[in-house]
């Protein structure tokens, strides 16, 4: 079992940066496989990128590579999201989640999930 609580949300202007972070609770974060995701109003939540539970695999989305760095300290059970070049389409509610197994880009293979933090990007 693992809580999961996302902070570092706001608002910023197109072209900024925020990082958002994940903080679980649980002795075993480190054999967790992590995930973000987000959901804009309307629309199903999509995945955004996912970290292995070493850190040392990752993977994206296509429309945030290159802008989005995930990463992690097991120390400190915390993921996190660092978000460059923000862009008014990332405006959503941005979510971390926790799985066993692999890397997975699918919402229903996520077991456990944060209650979401609000990233709004203006022009």
């Not at 109003?41 to 994206?60: C, H, L, M, Q």
């Not at 296509?62 to 990463?71: L, N």
Request: glycine share 12%.
């Amino acid at each position: 079992q693992v809580h999961l609580v996302e902070s570092g949300g706001g608002l910023v202007q197109a072209g900024g940066s925020l990082r958002l972070s994940c903080a679980a609770s649980g002795r075993t974060f480190s054999r967790y496989r992590m995930g973000w995701f987000r959901q804009a109003p309307g629309k199903e939540r999509e995945f955004v990128a996912a970290i292995s539970w070493s850190g040392g695999s990752t993977d994206y989305a296509d429309f945030v590579k290159g802008r989005f760095t995930i990463s992690r300290e097991n120390a400190k059970n915390t993921v996190y999201l660092q978000m460059n070049n923000l862009k008014r389409e990332d405006t959503a509610v941005y979510y971390c989640a926790a799985r066993y197994g692999s890397v997975s880009y699918y919402v229903a293979e996520y077991a456990y999930w944060g209650q979401g933090t609000q990233v709004t990007v203006s022009s």
